[in-house]
C-alpha cells in the first residue's frame, strides 16, 4: 500500500502522520514543502529525526522537491536530508513504473530540455503496464495557487505514453480531475490528476470551479488527511481519508496498458453505470449494484473484429465522472 500527502511539514500537528502511521504503508510519497524554508534545521525538526512527525516514514519515503525548499534556486536543505537524490528520478517497484519530477526549475520542462528530455528517454524505456509520475506543483487547479502552465510539455509527455496517475501538492486542499488529454479536455485515456496539498499546513479554499475536477474538498477542519492507493497488476484503487479517519473520496484506476482479462469492481459502497457506446449514440443500458464485477475481455482496437463478433466501448461511471472507460468487449452477432 502506497500512502501519499504533501504540504505538511511545519510542526503544527501529529494528526495527519498518525493517520498514516496507522495504515503501515510500503511506501510514502511525500509530495513537497518543508516549512517555512526547507532548511536542513526545518527538515531535522518537522520532518523528524526519530520516531516523531513524519520520519517514522523516512525509510519509505520517496520524496519530490516543493518550491518551499528553494531560495535563489537552490534547495541544499532537501538534497542533504535525503542524501543528494537527483533532482527527478523513477523506479519501479510492484509492477508499478514511478517517476518524482521537478515542478521548481521551468527553463528544465520545455521540449527538449533536460528535464524533459530525460522524461522522454524514461518513458520509452518504461516496460511496466502502469505508470504513476508526481511532482509539487499541479498541471491544474482550482486553488490559490492555480495551474501550472510550464508543466504541460512534460504533462504532454506522460499522456503520450500512457501514464496512469499524476500526484501533486502545493495548493492546501484536495482535488481530484477527470482523466484528461495532453490539451487538458476530458479524456478516459488521459491522466487522472490528484491534488494532495492537504497535509495540514494551513488548509485554503478554492477560489475558482472547473468541470473537470471530479472531487474537491477545502473545508479547513474537514480536509486536513492523506491519499491511500492500492496497486494492483492493471489498476490501483484511491481512498482519500482525513484525519478523522474519514473516507471522504475513493474509486479505482484502470492502468492503460493492461491488456486482457481486467476486471472492474464496483466499491461495495457505491454505484456505477455502464453504459455501451456502438457508435456514436451513447446511453445507460444497465445500472450496477454495489459490488458487481465488470469482466472486460480484451482491449482491441476497432469496432468489428471478425464476422462474428462486434466490439463495443465500455464505459463505468461512478455517478461523479467516469472511473473506467474506452475499454472494448465483444458481444455475438
Known sequence: MVAADGDGVSGESTA????????NPGMFLYLGDVYE???????????????????????????TVGNHEYTNGEAPGY?????????YYSFDTAGWHFISLNSNIPRD??????????LARDLAQNASQCTLAYMH??????????????????????VNNQADIFLTGHDHNYQRWQPLDASGNFNPEGITQFVVGSGGHGIRPFVSSDTRMVKGIDDVQETPGALRLQLYSDRATF???????????????????????????????????????????????????PGTQVIVLSQVTGEVVSGSAIWYE???????????????IGTPQ
Open 16 to 23: 495527519v502522520p498518525d493517520l498514516i502511521a496507522s495504515w
Open 37 to 63: 524554508d526547507g532548511t536542513y534545521t526545518e527538515f531535522y525538526n518537522w520532518y523528524g529525526s526519530g520516531a516523531n512527525y513524519y520520519s517514522r516514514f523516512r525509510s519509505i519515503t520517496n520524496p
Open 79 to 87: 538534497f542533504k536530508y535525503w542524501n543528494n537524490p537527483p533532482s
Open 109 to 118: 520542462m520545455g521540449v527538449e530540455k533536460p528535464e524533459y528530455s530525460w
Open 137 to 158: 506543483a499541479p498541471r491544474y487547479s482550482i486553488g490559490s495557487e492555480g495551474g501550472t502552465e510550464p508543466v504541460a510539455p512534460m504533462w504532454a509527455l506522460l
Open 239 to 289: 481512498e482519500y481519508i482525513n484525519a478523522a479517519g474519514l473516507v471522504l473520496d475513493s474509486g479505482e484506476i484502470p492502468c492503460h496498458k493492461a491488456i486482457s482479462n481486467f476486471t472492474f469492481h464496483v466499491p461495495s459502497f457505491s454505484t456505477a453505470n455502464l453504459r455501451d457506446c456502438p457508435a456514436t449514440n451513447c446511453s445507460r443500458i444497465k445500472s450496477l449494484s
Open 314 to 328: 465500455v464505459s463505468v461511471d461512478d455517478l461523479h465522472g467516469y472511473i473506467h472507460s474506452s475499454l472494448l
